[in-house]
Every structure is written in structure tokens, then in C-alpha cells.
């Protein structure tokens, strides 16, 4: 016997809807702080007990509710921030699907109070598992209070599902301080268990709310970022290369002045860093986004932190671009060489173009390199080669600061960049071999070979088919891979294809090439071929890291050595 269909009550509908909006006591506290800044609060004070299960109270000084509009805002998609459905596409509010308060309401157990500019006297008004149980006038000032206790008390199961104390007590900070990064006008106070935990001022300072949130040795070290192209703005705070963290949780998106999480917006940032980074280390930034409204749709889940974005491309491809722009800028040598007379080096450096010792991939364009220098401000220009340690770090001086070098890190960011700079003007042209190179293969590679063929070709990797598990590779793009390219090499590329797009393959195509190509640690180069080298890192777009965000060489100068031997504090 089939069951009979029944229409679901008001209150049940409310607490199954509140299994969507109000999923932990952080979400209680993310939807009644985003109303009070719709109220247009200019102070904002929230306050929990027990992790937010026991009370959550939320205070502002926004424009409060009148007695007319007080219950229906405990209604079920009671709103007042739009009316139509064309609303959405010109919204400006961080709310408005009116769920959260009718949601909240059934859940627990509620008295808000509320006195907007108009009167006299507020309004407190009690609600409890979604019931109305008292509505009273009161004497209050502007604005509104509201207190939520006992959450999900008539729904035990839920409470089950919650994790630790500290956890949720955690995630209850997090999202304030995000809330407070969003609206750095705003003035928050955010008081755990009786002790105040965060407070900002309010005076639109990022920097110092940064300093906050990330720690302050982070924060003062931030870069500030600033671009308006094509209608839309980024700006924000980015940490420098020399900041990262071991997951994405300090990369923080604000698209409208709305926190927001998205894969695609961190790839963007991350994309910026690449090369710069340690492997398996992320940056850390603050970025916001003002992008025309009908562009972005926030309509797409009840906890409006996921968004879709028109024309996505562009605005990831802007902010890869903005970000790489403000890192090479911020991070130009600050070393700079002595201004010296052409003629005074030109028998010295026509010495030690004679006395270089060819190494494929380092020299080429050695000479060019070492003449253009005079004309350069290249900020190793002057330095003077000690000697080296194991044929791998490099020691030298310039201008009382001594260096340390790692000589295979270094010539990898050199061939990078050249790398770069050619697949810029060419592209991955290919260019056939004089001896083809033979590649065998287990079954699961020579197949994902004749998947991605056509890929192949597209990046210069020309092949022909040799028996049943081989390939003939014919064509390679030289100019950036070179001859050194072996069946790893090969082989990685195939593995790249799985999880990669086009853009990553082609970076992790020329940080392979480069890698391949650069002198290895332990093999022995002359003083003239390590100066030479070390000139041309000065030259390169960003010479501290190499592809793989490895340092390339250290610096001490003489208050950082007397530290060192406890000369000085």
C-alpha cells in the first residue's frame, strides 16, 4: 500500500531548511552578522558561550526593524532586499533569500530586540522552535539586538553531528574575521566565553586587520596590490615570495565585498607564485574584487559562498597577470653596483670572455651577455667570485655583503626565463632531430602516448609509431627543451596530461627543460663561467628563487655577520 502524500507544516519546513542554512554555530553567527552589516552598522559586537550552542548574541548599531516588519522577518522568505527576480542581478546586500532568521528560529530558542530611528521605543520580541512567545515594547537605542540560545536543542541529532567545542569555537573566529576583512569599516568585537578574542577599529586599515588575522611578522611584510582594468578592480594585500604557508586556508577572496570560497580564484593567485614557491607550499593574500554585479551569480547555494562568475577567464587571467607584475616590481636587487667606466673593464671582461670554458646551456650568449652588462644596471656587475664549496655553492662578495650561490639553482632561473622569453616569440616550434630518439613503453603509457598525440604535437613533440610498445620522437622544440631531453622528461609530460591544464603543462614543460639544462651541484666551473652566470641571474625578471621556489643564494652583510659572531644585539 502506497503512504499518503501529506504537505509539510511551516515549522518543519523551516528546520529541515535550516539543515541547509544553518549547518554549525559559526553559520548562526555568519547570517546574523551579515545583517547587521545590511543594517548599515558601523559597530558590530558578537559574543558566544560554549562553542555558540549555549548563547550567541550579536549587537549593532545599524537601523534596526520596526514593530510592523519585526515577525516577518521570522517568516519564510521574508525579505526586504528584493522583490522580483531581477533584483538578484543588481544586488548589493550580503543577504537576501530570507530564510536565515525563519531558519535560526526554529532551531532555537530567540529574543531580538530592535528600535530603528522612527520611534521612540523598540520592539523585543521572543521566538522559540519557531513559535512566537512574546512580543513586548521596550526602551532601547538604535539598533538591534538579538540573542540565540540553546541551538538546535529540539533537533538532538544535529547536535551529534557538530565536532569539538574548540573546532566549532574555531570556526566561529574564522568566519567574524572574515566578516571583518570584508567590510574593514566596520568596527568588530568578538568576545569568547567572557574574553575579548578578536577587535578591529574599523578604520578601513587592511594591513592592520591583516596583521591581525595572519600574525604581524606577516602582515607588515605584505605587498599592496591595487589595479583597475577592463571594469573591474583588484586590490588587496599578496604576501612576497618569501611567504607561504602548507594549504590554501590564508588565501582569502572578497568578490563585492562578499567572502567567497573558489578553486579557480586560488589556481589564479597560485598560477602568480609559480616558480617562486617551494613545491607543495601555497602564498598567502587578501584580494578583493569589485566586478559589475550582473556578472556575478551568488543565487547558486543557501550559504551564498559559492559563486559563478561571467566571463571567468578574464578575470583569473587579471589577476595572474596583476599579481606577477607587483611581485617582479617588488622585487627588483636592491643591490645596485657602483656606476664604473666602460674602458676601465673593457680589457678585463675581454680577458675573461676569452678564458670562459664552454658548458652547454650556461654560455651561450655569454658574450653578449658580459658586454651588454656595461650598459645594464646590473646589480651583480662588480661582484668578485671566492671560490666554491663542494663545485655547488658559490662563494662571492660585493660592496661588503657576502654571497653564497647555489650554482644549479641559479642557472635553472636563467634558463627559465630564456626559456620563457623564447616560447614568447616562438612558441614550442619544433624542430627535427638529426638521430631520432627511441622511447619504449609499459601498455599504460604507449596508450596515454596515442591519447594525447595530438597534445604532442601541439607543444613540439613530433613522433612516430615504432612497433607495438615504441615511439620514434623526431621533433622537439629545441630552442627550450634542448637535446637533453631524455625518457623521464618524456614521460613526465604524459603524466602531466592528467590533471593539468594547458597552461600548467607548458610551465611544467620548461621548468623540466630548465632543470634538464642547468649545470648540476658538484660539477666543477672555472671563476670567469661562475661570475658570468652570476651577472645573468642579476639580470633575470626574478633571480631569488629557482623554478621550484628554492633560494637561489643567500646574502650577509656585515651587521647580519657580527650577529652572527655575537659582535653586536
Partial sequence: MSKKIII????????????????????VVKELVENSIDAGASH??????????????????????DEENIEKAFSRYGTSKLSTIDDLYTLNTMGFRGEALASIGSVSKVQISSRTKDFEYGITLGIEGGNF????????????????????????????????????????????EKLALSKPGIAFNLIVEGKQTFKSRGNGDIKELAAQVFSYDIGKEMLYLDSLKNGVRIWGLIGNYN????NRDNIIFFINSRYVVSNTLAKALESAYRSRLPINKYPVGIIYLEIPQYLVEVNIHPRKMSVKIDQEEIITSLITNEVEILLVEANKLLV???TVEVESYKKDIEREVRNVVEYPGLANEQQLSLYESKYKDNPFFNIEVLGTIKDTYIIASMNNTLYII???????????????KEFETTGFKSQFLLEPYLVSLNNTDYMRVIENIDKLMNYGIILESFGEDAFLIRGLPL???????TREFFLDLIDSFDNNDSEEIKNLMIEKAACSRSVKAGSFINKNELKALIQRL???QFPFTCPHGRPTFLQYNVMDLEKLFLRSK
Fill in 479 to 485: 630552442k627550450i627543451i634542448g637535446e637533453e631531453a
Fill in 133 to 176: 512567545t512574546s512580543k513586548k515594547a521596550d526602551t532601547l537605542n538604535i539598533g538591534t539586538s538579538i540573542r540565540v540560545n540553546d541551538l538546535f536543542y529540539n533537533t538532538p541529532v544535529r547536535q551529534k553531528f557538530l565536532r569539538s567545542s574548540l573546532r566549532e569555537t574555531r570556526d566561529i573566529i574564522d568566519i567574524v
Fill in 406 to 420: 647555489d650554482q644549479h639553482a641559479a642557472h635553472e632561473r636563467v634558463n627559465y626565463e630564456e626559456a620563457l
Fill in 243 to 246: 611567504i607561504y604557508r602548507g
Fill in 44 to 65: 558590530i559586537t558578537v559574543s558566544i558561550l560554549e562553542s555558540g550552542l549555549k548563547e550567541i548574541k550579536v549587537i549593532d548599531d545599524g537601523h534596526g526593524i
Fill in 8 to 27: 509539510l507544516d511551516e515549522n518543519t519546513i523551516n528546520q529541515i531548511a535550516a539543515g541547509e542554512v544553518i549547518e554549525q554555530p559559526s553559520s
Fill in 538 to 540: 642579476g639580470e633575470s
Fill in 336 to 338: 645596485k653596483s657602483k
